[in-house]
C-alpha cells in the first residue's frame, strides 16, 4: 500500500513522528499550532445567505463537503490497554475483517480522498478503504491518537483506579494526561486538521481514518457540544460518522454507524469513455 503524507501543523504531533523516524525533532516557530483553520456556525445542504438568498444557485455558493470518519478496526489490544501512539500494532484478525467490510460498505460512494492517522492500525484500517477506489492513503498527522503519555500501553483496569482517570471522564476540558497531552489540545488540532483538508475538497466526499477520542472530540466540535460531554459519545471500531460541512457550519448526518450507506452517501458515477 502506497502512503501519500501529508505534514500536519501540530509542533508535539510533527515532534513525535520525526522521533519515530530517528530524525531531528527541533522546531522552529513556523510549526506553531494557530488554530483551527474555520469555525462553524450553521450548515444545511441548501443554506440562506443573510441577505435572504438561497446558497444554491448563488454566486456565493460553495457546495459542502461530506466528512467520512471511520474509527479504525480492532488490534489484539483494543479494550483492555491503552495503545495510544504505541508502534507496531497491527488489526487483528477479526480487525481485518472489520476493515474489509468497512471498505465494501463505502465502496460505492463518490470518494475524492482517503486520510489515515499515522499509526499502522489506521493506515491498514484506510487501506481496505482506499483500495477500492483505486486511491492512495494520504496521512493526516493532525488526527493522530491522543498522546497519554505515562498511561501510554498500560492496562485500563488499573488505570480507572487514579484521580486523573476520574478527570477524564467528568471534566475532560481540564484533564492532560500524565506526560501527554491535555483533551483540549488534542480537540484543537483535530478540528484543525479536518478544517484543513475539508477546505481543500469543497462539493467532494472524504474519508479520514482516526481514532476514538479524536473522533469523539471532533463530533462534539461540530455539534455544539462542550467538551465535557463528549464522553457520551460512542464510537465504535470499524464505525463510519458523517458530516456535512458547508458554508454556514455542520450538518451531523449519522454517527457512529455499523450499518447501510447507500442512503446517506451519493454513489459512484459511471466514468464517461
Known amino acids: 500500500m502506497e502512503v501519500h503524507r501529508l505534514v500536519g501543523h501540530d509542533p508535539d504531533v510533527r515532534r513525535w513522528w520525526s522521533q519515530r523516524q530517528g530524525r531531528n525533532p527541533t522546531l522552529d516557530q513556523s510549526g506553531a499550532l494557530e488554530g483551527p483553520c474555520g469555525w ?7 443554506s440562506k445567505d443573510p441577505d435572504g438568498k438561497t446558497e444554491k444557485g448563488s454566486h456565493h455558493s460553495v457546495a459542502a463537503t461530506r466528512l467520512v470518519l471511520v474509527r479504525h478496526a480492532v488490534t489484539p489490544q483494543t479494550g483492555p490497554v491503552l495503545s495510544g501512539r504505541s508502534p507496531g500494532i497491527d488489526l487483528s484478525e477479526d480487525g481485518i475483517a ?14 475524492a480522498a482517503v486520510y489515515s492517522s499515522p499509526i ?12 477500492h477506489h483505486g486511491l492512495e492513503v494520504r496521512v493526516l498527522d493532525g488526527v493522530l491518537e491522543a498522546d497519554y503519555g505515562k498511561w501510554t500501553g498500560k492496562k485500563i483496569v488499573d488505570l480507572v483506579k487514579s484521580d486523573v482517570w476520574k478527570t477524564v471522564q467528568v ?12 483533551l483540549a489540545g488534542m480537540q484543537a488540532r483535530m478540528v ?21 477520542d479524536p473522533i469523539k472530540a471532533a463530533v462534539a466540535h461540530f455539534t455544539g457540544t462542550h467538551l465535557d460531554l463528549f464522553q457520551r459519545i460512542m464510537i465504535s471500531p470499524a464505525s463510519v460518522t458523517v458530516f456535512e460541512l458547508g458554508k454556514f457550519g455542520a450538518v451531523l448526518v449519522t454517527c457512529n454507524s455499523i450499518s447501510d450507506l447507500a442512503e446517506i452517501l451519493p454513489a459512484k458515477t459511471a466514468k464517461a469513455e
Open 192 to 212: 484543525a486538521a479536518l478544517e484543513d483538508v475539508v477546505s481543500q475538497h469543497a462539493g467532494e466526499t472524504i474519508v479520514v481514518v482516526s481514532h476514538a
Open 40 to 46: 462553524p456556525v450553521r450548515s444545511a445542504l441548501v
Open 98 to 111: 472489520q476493515a474489509v467490510v468497512v471498505g465494501a460498505r463505502l465502496a460505492n460512494a463518490q470518494i
Open 120 to 131: 499502522e492500525r489506521t493506515l491498514q484500517t484506510a487501506g481496505h478503504i482506499a483500495g
Open 171 to 182: 471534566a475532560p476540558s481540564r484533564a492532560r494526561f500524565p506526560g501527554g497531552e491535555t
